[in-house]
Structures are given as C-alpha cells and as structure tokens.
C-alpha cells in the first residue's frame, strides 16, 4: 500500500516512518521544504496528513493557525481526490472538545474549542468531512497529550524537573489526564488505514493517570528519590500566576474510546506504565 506522508520530520511522523517503511511504500512532503505546486500523486492509497501548526504557549496568530491547519489541510485534500486517493487521514487534538473537564470526552462530546488551535482543527475536521463520498474517505484522529521517547514540550520539562529536583510540590494530585503512548497511536493509525474505516476517533491508553502518579512513574523509571510534598497555597497561587500550567497539572481531561476499540476491534499494545518506561529508555525492540 502506498502512502503520503506529510509532517515526516515531526515527532508522530518520524516514528510511523520509523515503525512502518517496511509495511508500507511510505513518500515524504513537507509543506515546510517542499512546493506544494510541484507535487504530484500518483498511485497513492492513502494521505497520512501529520502536519500542522501545534498549540503554541508562546501564541499565534488566528491567521497562522488558519493557514496551516485549514488552508493545506484543504489543499492538500482536494489535490488527493482529484488524483484518486480513497482515503485521507487527518490528525486532529482533543483541543476542538475544549479545555479540562471532570467528564470524560468520547468520540460524539459536542465540540466547543477555546483557543485557535483547537478551533482552526475543528474547521478543518468539518470541511474535510463535506469532500468525504464513496470513492473518498476521510478518517479524523483525535490525541491528547502524545508521549514517547524523544518528546518535548510539557513532558519533557516534567521529565527534567523530576531529574533535577528532589523535593516537589505534586503530592495528593487526584487529577484524571488522558494521554496516547506514541506506538499506541501508530498502532491506531495502521489499524484504521487496514480496516479503511472513515470517521472520528479517539486515541488514547487504556487508564488515565494524575500527575502525582504520572510523577512517580518517571520518578521510578528515572531511578531517582524524589519526595512528593503538599505545599499550602502552592496551588492557589499557580493558579493566579500560571493558569495554563495549573490546568496542566490540577486539572483533569480524560477521553473515553471505547467507541474506537469497538468499531476498529482494536487494542492498545502498551499500558501507560510500559508507555512511560520506553519514554525513559527507549524501546528494546
């Protein structure tokens, strides 16, 4: 099966490439590098679209968010149905649900997106599933917070504290944070593209963890002693300072996929405890 890859150089992209060069007849575009006038599809099953302008907590611009993640997207659709690709993938977020909830978010949760990123992803989900007919299927991933070796962002400045720092104020944390372990969502990716279900799905590990545990496990895995604390006040005024980092780290944004599982028969190879091990170490195989 041939596919087209766009995003190879990102986090996801690099690791299915990784993963799957052997199984599939896998070729590159990057909107960054590469003129979108220039490329040709041919003979291509399936668009694997990885690329994206990601949420941004230094901030961008609507118009950025609009041009990357709806404008290309869009393109890039309309140039595979003209050219005879049955089934194009998008990677979307969480983030076009909301923000943190206490409910678990499922594949049917109305979708009230409060940001740009979250919001130029759900534009770009409804104008996809408009070009969707028989002859062409569009399958929407939605991912939480994607973790694997090699990660950055949030995780990896945890992944620091926790290496740095033997006292920490993250004790009692009774949170519920959804994540997808980065082989998990391979996995889900290769599972969707064999059953050629079109649709919207969620990916995520099987349990959502708090960050107290999310703490201890790579505390365990890092081999470090690290003493979780409760600090009075710490909480209150992380949440006047840094609300963004509060929501990180208080709040709570589960997913329930069962859905998924049931419409694809599909089951993660990885617990989020073997998740944050290979994070750490790195895979054996």
Same mark, same amino acid.
């Given at each position: 099966m041939n596919i087209l890859l766009t995003g190879s150089n990102g986090f996801l992209g690099t690791y299915f490439i990784n993963k799957y060069s052997e199984k599939y007849d896998i070729q590159k575009f990057s909107f960054l590098n590469d003129d979108f006038t220039m490329l040709v599809i041919k003979d291509v099953d399936v668009v694997l679209h990885l690329s994206a302008l990601v949420h941004q907590m230094g901030g961008a611009s609507k118009k950025e968010y609009e041009k990357v993640n709806v404008i290309q997207t869009l393109e890039l659709a309309y140039k595979a149905k003209e050219s005879g690709v049955k089934h194009f993938v998008f990677m979307s977020t969480v983030k076009v649900y909301g923000e943190e909830t206490d409910i678990a978010y499922t594949e049917s949760s109305l979708c009230i997106p409060e940001d740009e990123y979250g919001r130029s992803k759900l534009k770009a989900e409804i104008e996809l599933q408009k070009l969707e007919d028989n002859d062409f299927k569009v399958s929407i991933i939605r991912t939480p917070i994607?973790? @694997?070796? @090699?990660? !950055? +962002? /949030?995780i990896k400045n945890l992944i620091n504290l926790v290496n740095k720092i033997p006292v920490l104020p993250f004790r009692g944390i009774e949170n519920r944070r959804s994540m997808v372990y980065i082989r998990n969502l391979c996995h889900l990716i290769d599972?969707?593209?064999? !059953?050629? *279900?079109?649709?919207?799905? %969620? +990916?995520? &590990? &099987? !349990?959502?963890?708090?960050?107290?545990?999310?703490?201890? %496990?790579? +505390? *365990?895995?890092? /081999? *470090? !002693?690290?003493?979780? +604390? *409760?600090?009075?006040?710490?909480e209150t005024l992380l949440k006047i300072l840094k609300p963004d980092f509060h929501k990180r780290l208080y709040e709570s944004l589960e997913v329930d996929n069962n859905k998924t599982k049931e419409i694809l028969d599909f089951r993660n190879l990885y617990t989020v405890e073997d998740g944050i091990k290979y994070m750490i170490n790195g895979e054996s195989r």
């Open positions: 994607v973790y @694997g070796y @090699g990660v !950055k +962002a /949030n599972r969707i593209i064999q !059953k050629k *279900k079109s649709g919207v799905f %969620l +990916a995520s &590990d &099987d !349990k959502a963890i708090s960050t107290t545990r999310l703490v201890e %496990l790579i +505390a *365990k895995e890092l /081999n *470090k !002693k690290v003493y979780l +604390a *409760k600090v009075p006040f710490f």
